[in-house]
C-alpha cells in the first residue's frame, strides 16, 4: 500500500470497488461463520484483488486480499475463485483504538502455517501516516466448513507512532530462517523495509528487540518525520530457495487506476539479517533492487507480490492495474523460473 499523498484519493476510489468474479489489545473472536520483465501474460485469473497472498489445505486454495475485514477467495485449480466470509466480521476493538479512524479496511495480509495453526498477520493504518499496527488472528483450519473452523484475534503484535518511529508497520511478511527462528518482515516508504525477530509464539518481538533495515530508498533528509517522504518501497516478501534468502519489494506507487507505476524488484543475501545485494552487486539498504516484472501497455502496475512452490513449481502471486479495465486492481500468479545465477525470472 503507498503513502504518497497524491494517491490517496485514487486509492480510495479503487480499494471501494467490489471484488469482481469471472474476471484488541486483548484477544477475541473474529469472523466464525463458515528491463522488466513482460507483463503480457495471461493471467490465470482476473478476480478483484489487491495485495494477494496463497495458502494450500487439502487441495484447496484460499486467498486473503486487502479489503473490509480481510476478503478471502477459495479455489481448487488457482483459476476459479469462490468468495468466502471475510476472516472480520466485526473490526477489530484494539484497532479501532490504536488507530483513530480505522474503518475495518484490514490491509495487506500475510498467512502462514506453525506448529498445525494458521496465523494470519494483518495491517491497520491511517492514510498518509504512519499510525499503523500489524495484528495476528489465527485459526486451526482455512475450511469454512470445518467445525473446527474459528478465527482468533490475537490482538496487535507491533505498532509505529508517529514522532517516536521513521518506520511503517504495514505489509508483514513471516520468515522462518534455517534453524526455525521466526523473523517478521514489513514496512512502507518512511525508512523503508524493516525485519524484527518474533517471540516463538510469534505474537510479540523478541526481547531485546533489535530492528533492522533491509531496504530503503532515498528519502530528503529535511523531510519532516511525520511525512512518508518519496522513498517509494514496500510489500516485503523473502522466499527461501537454494541457501539463499530472496526479498522481493515494490518500488513506485500502487493504487493509481492508469497511473499507477508499482514494479517489483528483488535482492538475495545468505543470511535472512541481510544485507541483500542485487544482481549488481548494489545492496537493497542503499537503493538498489533486480527488475522482476513492470508495468506495460496491458497492465499499468504490477506489485506487491508473494512467492509459493506448489506441486513442486515456484509461483509469483501478484496484483496488477488492468489497461483493459480502466486500471482496476487483479489477481495475476505467473510461473516463476530461476537463470543459471540463481535469479528469479517470470516463466511467460
Same mark, same amino acid.
Given at each position: 500500500? /503507498?503513502?504518497?499523498?497524491?494517491?490517496?484519493?485514487?486509492?480510495?476510489?479503487?480499494?471501494?470497488?467490489?471484488?469482481?468474479?469471472?474476471?484488541?489489545?486483548?484477544?477475541?473472536?473474529?469472523?466464525?461463520?463458515?528491463?522488466?520483465?513482460?507483463?503480457?501474460?495471461?493471467?490465470?485469473?482476473?478476480? &478483484?484483488?489487491?495485495?494477494?497472498?496463497?495458502?494450500?489445505?487439502?487441495?484447496?486454495?484460499?486467498?486473503?486480499?486487502?479489503?473490509?475485514?480481510?476478503?478471502?477467495? /477459495?479455489?481448487?485449480?488457482?483459476?476459479?475463485?469462490?468468495?468466502?466470509?471475510?476472516?472480520?466480521?466485526?473490526? !477489530?476493538?484494539?484497532?479501532?483504538?490504536?488507530?483513530?479512524?480505522?474503518?475495518?479496511?484490514?490491509?495487506?495480509?500475510?498467512?502462514?502455517?506453525?506448529?498445525?495453526?494458521?496465523?494470519?498477520?494483518?495491517?491497520?493504518?491511517?492514510?498518509?501516516?504512519?499510525?499503523?499496527?500489524?495484528?495476528?488472528?489465527?485459526?486451526?483450519?482455512?475450511?469454512?466448513?470445518?467445525?473446527?473452523?474459528?478465527?482468533?484475534?490475537?490482538?496487535?503484535?507491533?505498532?509505529?507512532? !508517529?514522532?517516536?518511529?521513521?518506520?511503517?508497520?504495514?505489509?508483514?511478511?513471516?520468515?522462518?530462517?534455517?534453524?526455525?527462528?521466526?523473523? #517478521?518482515?514489513?514496512?512502507?516508504?518512511?525508512?523503508?523495509?524493516?525485519?524484527?525477530? +518474533?517471540?516463538?509464539? +510469534?505474537?510479540? !518481538?523478541?526481547?531485546?528487540?533489535?530492528?533492522?533495515?533491509?531496504?530503503?530508498?532515498?528519502?530528503?533528509?529535511?523531510?519532516?518525520?511525520?511525512?512518508?517522504?518519496?522513498?517509494?518501497?514496500?510489500? !516485503?516478501?523473502?522466499?527461501?530457495?537454494?541457501?539463499?534468502?530472496?526479498?522481493?519489494? /515494490?518500488?513506485?506507487?500502487?493504487?493509481? &487506476?492508469?497511473?499507477?507505476?508499482?514494479?517489483?524488484?528483488?535482492?538475495?543475501?545468505?543470511?535472512?539479517? &541481510?544485507?541483500?545485494?542485487?544482481?549488481?552487486?548494489?545492496? +537493497?539498504?542503499?537503493?538498489?533492487?533486480?527488475?522482476?516484472?513492470?508495468?506495460?501497455?496491458?497492465?499499468?502496475? +504490477?506489485?506487491?507480490?508473494?512467492?509459493?512452490?506448489?506441486?513442486?513449481?515456484? =509461483?509469483?502471486?501478484?496484483?496488477? =492495474?488492468?489497461?483493459?479495465?480502466?486500471?482496476?486492481?487483479? #489477481?495475476?500468479?505467473?510461473?516463476?523460473?530461476?537463470?543459471?545465477?540463481?535469479?528469479?525470472?517470470?516463466?511467460?
Amino acid at each position: 500500500m /503507498s503513502y504518497s499523498s497524491p494517491s490517496l484519493a485514487a486509492r480510495g476510489r479503487l480499494l471501494a470497488l467490489p471484488l469482481l468474479l469471472g474476471l484488541a489489545g486483548r484477544p477475541g473472536s473474529a469472523q466464525t461463520t463458515p528491463g522488466p520483465a513482460s507483463a503480457q501474460t495471461t493471467p490465470p485469473a482476473l478476480i &478483484g484483488a489487491h495485495d494477494p497472498v496463497l495458502a494450500q489445505q487439502n487441495g484447496t486454495y484460499y486467498m486473503f486480499c486487502t479489503g473490509r475485514g480481510i476478503a478471502v477467495w /477459495s479455489s481448487k485449480d488457482r483459476k476459479t475463485w469462490k468468495a468466502e466470509a471475510p476472516v472480520f466480521a466485526t473490526p !477489530p476493538a484494539w484497532a479501532q483504538q490504536a488507530v483513530p479512524g480505522f474503518k475495518d479496511h484490514i490491509w495487506a495480509p500475510d498467512i502462514s502455517l506453525h506448529d498445525g495453526r494458521y496465523y494470519l498477520f494483518y495491517s491497520v493504518s491511517a492514510f498518509g501516516k504512519n499510525t499503523s499496527c500489524i495484528g495476528l488472528v489465527t485459526n486451526k483450519t482455512l475450511d469454512p466448513r470445518s467445525p473446527d473452523f474459528r478465527w482468533e484475534d490475537q490482538g496487535k503484535v507491533i505498532q509505529s507512532v !508517529p514522532g517516536r518511529d521513521n518506520w511503517n508497520a504495514i505489509d508483514p511478511n513471516l520468515i522462518r530462517d534455517e534453524t526455525g527462528t521466526p523473523w #517478521l518482515t514489513f514496512g512502507s516508504f518512511w525508512g523503508g523495509i524493516k525485519l524484527v525477530q +518474533l517471540r516463538p509464539d +510469534l505474537r510479540a !518481538p523478541a526481547q531485546p528487540e533489535q530492528w533492522r533495515t533491509l531496504a530503503s530508498r532515498p528519502r530528503d533528509p529535511k523531510q519532516p518525520d511525520a511525512q512518508p517522504g518519496e522513498g517509494a518501497v514496500e510489500a !516485503p516478501f523473502i522466499f527461501r530457495k537454494n541457501g539463499w534468502y530472496y526479498l522481493f519489494t /515494490s518500488f513506485d506507487y500502487c493504487c493509481r &487506476g492508469p497511473k499507477s507505476t508499482y514494479r517489483i524488484v528483488v535482492g538475495r543475501s545468505k543470511a535472512v539479517i &541481510g544485507p541483500y545485494v542485487d544482481q549488481a552487486g548494489v545492496p +537493497l539498504e542503499q537503493g538498489g533492487g533486480t527488475a522482476v516484472l513492470g508495468g506495460d501497455k496491458n497492465w499499468y502496475g +504490477l506489485g506487491h507480490n508473494s512467492v509459493y512452490t506448489f506441486d513442486g513449481a515456484d =509461483y509469483l502471486v501478484f496484483h496488477g =492495474y488492468d489497461a483493459a479495465d480502466q486500471g482496476r486492481s487483479k #489477481l495475476r500468479i505467473e510461473k516463476l523460473g530461476w537463470d543459471t545465477a540463481g535469479w528469479p525470472v517470470v516463466q511467460p
